[in-house]
């Protein structure tokens, strides 16, 4: 099992930029596939992007696809998703996710565990 405490999220303007960080407890965290979700008001969760554990590759939803960029420190035990050119649709409450497996999940159910969320804001 790990831990997971999202930070980072805040109010921005439109075209801005926010880093969210995700650090994790425990020893294993680099065993760990991880994966940035979002849940905006009155809609389901949605996937945003995933890293894996092994070669480290990434996967993006189309519609940050260029615009974030999700990159992880083993030796800080810490997930980063870089998003820039913000739009007010980003606005959600962003939460990371792990899972032991290696390979990329769109699908949160398959992930074992979760932070408790960050709230990003964009304005337009």
């Known amino acids: 099992q790990v831990q997971l405490v999202e930070s980072g999220g805040g109010l921005v303007q439109a075209g801005g930029s926010l880093r969210l960080s995700c650090a994790a407890s425990g020893r294993t965290f680099s065993s760990y596939s991880m994966g940035w979700f979002r849940q905006a008001p009155g809609k389901e969760r949605e996937f945003v992007a995933a890293?894996?554990?092994?070669?480290?590759?990434?996967y993006y939803a189309d519609s940050v696809e260029g615009r974030f960029t999700i990159s992880r420190d083993n030796a800080k035990n810490t997930v980063y998703l870089q998003m820039n050119s913000l739009k007010p649709e980003d606005t959600a409450v962003y939460y990371c996710?792990?899972?032991?497996?290696?390979?990329?999940?769109?699908?949160?159910?398959?992930?074992?565990?979760w932070g408790q969320g960050t709230q990003v804001i964009v304005s337009s």
């Open positions: 996710a792990a899972t032991r497996a290696n390979r990329f999940y769109i699908d949160g159910n398959l992930y074992g565990n």
């Open positions: 890293i894996n554990w092994s070669d480290v590759s990434t």
